[in-house]
């Protein structure tokens, strides 16, 4: 594989607490790469040392053979970055915006209006160019946010968590203007904690927890490690306490969380177990008011192997 990205044991702790512990990866030239984790497990740490923003306490990585620790000033050359504060500003356009950043990136004159006209169309905003920032919704601002990165056309891009706490429409525009990225030949490398979005995007994907890579492969890969079991989700009518110990003996079952309420279980074959697990709770005095199916997917690999949910 031509590498873009390559990460070899890269760390970083705050006092003693390690926020990347370790970390190694590479990624592909016109790969969509995606690090899935929750909220902490040191996706932006990670990332952060990528873009030149913290320095690492060891380990090294190289973005088209630039070392971030020796190399910073050519490594940052070929790199986009879109982080997840919006760093714009808001009395302007969106055209005023991505002009007075093609500047920065040392753009003039009509190369530069062409080439803010061609981000405008990527993310979809082509119609909405003179209106001024402040009127946007957020899902709006963090596409000008992404058209800010690629405005000097880098062959590597950094997305972090771009899609939080937007608006659906805005959140489809954002993940078809990454797959056009990939269309274009660059290399993105994505972080997430929306498992569907890691699948719709991903050429493989690396899965996050507590500063360290504990899977990496495709889709597929990643769900044949749990063997194809089936996620349920039930809710019930009392603690999950009384029937956690009876589920977790059932045949057939891989795997039982709880959390906040909610009890996921993880089996071969769902048509098996559930009669046993509503079995088990009348025999507990408890009832279940809810259960939700779901086929094998990231979630459940994370749930395998984490003990926990994928979103907290």
Known sequence: MDQAIRVQDLRKAFGSIP???????????????????????????????LSG???????????????????????????????QEVALYMDLSARENLAFWGKMYNLRGKPLSRRVDEV???????DRQKGKLASFSGGMKRRVNIGVALLHKPPVVIMDEPTVGIDPQSRRHILDAVKELRGQGMTVLYTTHYMEEAEELSDRIAIMDKGRIIACGTNAELVRLIGQD????????????????LWRAVEGIRGVSA??????????????????????????????????????????????????????
């Open 230 to 245: 089936t996620r349920i989700d039930l809710a019930l009518n009392a603690e999950s306490e009384r029937v956690l110990d």
């Open 53 to 83: 923003l913290l320095r690492p306490d060891s380990g090294d990585a190289f973005l088209l053979g630039h070392s971030v620790r020796t190399q910073a000033a050519q490594a940052r050359a070929v790199l986009g970055v879109v982080p």
């Open 19 to 49: 926020a990347v512990d370790g970390v190694g990866f590479s990624v592909g030239r016109g790969e969509i790469f995606s690090l899935l984790g929750p909220n902490g497990a040191g996706k932006t740490t990670a990332i952060s040392m």
């Open 120 to 126: 405008l169309e990527i993310i979809g905003l082509t």
């Open 259 to 312: 959390e906040d309420g909610k009890i996921t279980v993880l089996a071969a074959d769902s048509n098996a177990v559930l009669p046993r697990l509503f079995e088990g709770a009348a025999a507990r005095g408890v009832r279940i008011t809810s259960v939700d199916i779901r086929e094998p997917n990231l979630e459940a690999v994370f749930l395998h192997l984490t003990g926990r949910a994928l979103r907290d």
